[in-house]
């Protein structure tokens, strides 16, 4: 029984900073090791987009329009993973959405993140 639960979503200042949490609960810690951890997003009116990525192998990915802004990371210990947006635009503005994905797919449920001045 896994359930993908997502916080930290919000409304925030263009330049300001948040920062996303998302925790696989009763998931086996070695599958979610072994399992990749994304994040992706989806603005109104357009497709889903891959935002940042940490596959089971090979580096770090980041869309190109985040680089530099966004840092994905995780901690094994507590099963979750986390995305710090920094220096936020209103082209952020979206559902951002966590995905645990190996053998199987999990997802979260959904955060709003609204970027506006």
């Known amino acids: 029984q896994v359930q993908v639960v997502q916080s930290g979503g919000g409304l925030v200042q263009p330049g300001g900073s948040l920062r996303l949490s998302c925790r696989a609960s009763?998931?086996?810690?070695?599958?979610?090791?072994?399992?990749?951890k994304n994040w992706y997003r989806q603005a109104p009116g357009k497709q889903r987009e891959l935002v940042a990525s940490?596959?089971?192998?090979?580096?770090?990915y980041y869309t190109d329009s985040v680089k530099g802004r966004f840092t994905i990371t995780r901690d094994n210990s507590k099963k979750a993973v986390y995305l710090q947006m920094n220096s936020l635009k209103p082209e952020d503005t979206a559902v951002y959405y966590c995905?645990?994905?190996?053998?199987?797919?999990?997802w979260g449920q959904g955060t709003q993140v609204t970027v506006s001045s």
């Open positions: 940490i596959p089971t192998t090979g580096t770090i």
């Open positions: 995905n645990v994905e190996g053998v199987e797919s999990y």
């Open positions: 009763g998931m086996i810690t070695s599958t979610f090791t072994a399992y990749a």
